[in-house]
Nanobody
Framework: QVQLVESGGGLVQPGGSLRLSCGVS????????MRWYRQAPGKEREFVAR???????NYADSVKGRFTISRDNAKNTVYLQMNTLKPEDTAVYYC?????????WGQGTQVTVSS
């Protein structure tokens, strides 16, 4: 079965950095686009970044220039490098894939940006 497992979240001060990872199994990872989303308390889940099977990337305007999405097909893992973090980046971060006709989400990892 398809599984997505995020890791790497935590508490960081404003201006700091974190790298999130999402390990996947149950499908041919290299063939599919992967996305990161986030959900802040009291807000709807929002798109953060996407990487295609060919490693084309796009980002939400709010993170452009600060976040970088990447993938390692040998490790079946997608990453989100987050730099210059702001308090408004505080959220639960989820990885997502649409494959085999269905939408799949990880369990999420909490990122808290606070001094």
């Amino acid at each position: 079965q398809v599984q997505l497992v995020e890791s790497g979240g935590g508490l960081v001060q404003p201006g700091g950095s974190l790298r999130l990872s999402c390990g996947v199994s149950g499908f041919t990872f290299s063939r599919y686009a992967m996305r990161w989303y986030r959900q802040a308390p009291g807000k709807e889940r929002e798109f953060v970044a996407r990487i295609t099977s060919g490693s084309d990337k796009n980002y939400a305007d709010s993170v452009k220039g600060r976040f970088t999405i990447s993938r390692d097909n040998a490790k079946n893992t997608v990453y989100l490098q987050m730099n210059t973090l702001k308090p408004e980046d505080t959220a639960v971060y989820y990885c997502y894939v649409r494959t085999l006709g269905n939408d799949y989400w990880g369990q999420g990892t909490q990122v808290t940006v606070s001094s």
